[in-house]
T-cell receptor, first 115, second 109 residues
Framework: GAVVSQHPSRVICKSGTSVKIECRSLDFQATTMFWYRQFPKQSLMLMAT?????????EQGVEKDKFLINHASLTLSTLTVTSAHPEDSSFYIC???????????FGSGTQLSVL | QKEVEQNSGPLSVPEGAIASLNCTYS??????FFWYRQYSGKSPELIMS????GDKEDGRFTAQLNKASQYVSLLIRDSQPSDSATYLC?????????FGAGTILRVKS
């Protein structure tokens, strides 16, 4: 299957700092990437859809100024959590779709802990 | 009503038994359905995809789809302790994949 690399795997930061998470498709070009968030014992909630070269589309209730998404190339999308607060602590997972296929392949996830 | 509903479990089965996981969805127009497995602290891993009514088998896994009843299931034969995980049902809505809350499966040796 397609490989999606996500870094870092774990981040601990102080409240008010910004954190950047990278998501790369290693062996394919991903025109669309998706960012999910998962709180403990809950399901994955889609935050935004990221298309290469255009602005991300955010789901209802997700603050676009707080969660900055950049999809500058066909293999890289980044999520920046700006001015993080403890309530932003969560498991963030990126995923990518191979062109012409509906299956989603997931990165390994980033556990963000804001103190 | 949630778009994708699953019993949270836990579902406990003995080693070697068949585990049956169920999922219902609300959008009658949905055409693509997926089962993912997620271990604690890890990201989801695709197990099966199914698009047509009926059964689809892959090794020990069988996915079943009934669009009239808006029902998807996953059967795991010869369950192993390593199958213990959370199983997520997902349904395609437009360009997006919507997940259920997942069912915790515990296989006891």
């Amino acid at each position: 299957g397609a490989v999606v690399s996500q870094h870092p795997s774990r981040v601990i930061c102080k409240s008010g700092t910004s954190v950047k998470i990278e998501c790369r498709s290693l062996d394919f070009q991903a025109t669309t990437m998706f960012w999910y968030r998962q709180f403990p014992k809950q399901s994955l909630m889609l935050m935004a859809t990221s298309n290469e070269g255009s602005k991300a589309t955010y789901e209802q209730g997700v603050e676009k100024d707080k969660f900055l998404i950049n999809h500058a190339s066909l293999t890289l999308s980044t999520l920046t959590v700006t001015s993080a607060h403890p309530e932003d602590s969560s498991f963030y997972i990126c995923s990518a779709r191979v062109w012409g296929d509906e299956k989603l392949f997931f990165g390994s996830g980033t556990q963000l802990s804001v103190l | 009503q949630k778009e994708v509903e699953q019993n949270s479990g836990p579902l406990s089965v003995p080693e070697g038994a068949i585990a049956s996981l169920n999922c219902t969805y609300s959008d009658r127009g949905s055409q693509s359905f997926f089962w993912y497995r997620q271990y604690s602290g890890k990201s989801p891993e695709l197990i099966m995809s199914i698009y047509s009514n009926g059964d689809k088998e892959d090794g020990r896994f069988t996915a079943q789809l009934n669009k009239a009843s808006q029902y998807v299931s996953l059967l795991i034969r010869d369950s192993q302790p390593s199958d213990s995980a959370t199983y997520l049902c997902a349904v395609m809505r437009g360009n997006k994949l919507v997940f259920g809350a997942g069912t915790i499966l515990r296989v006891k040796s």
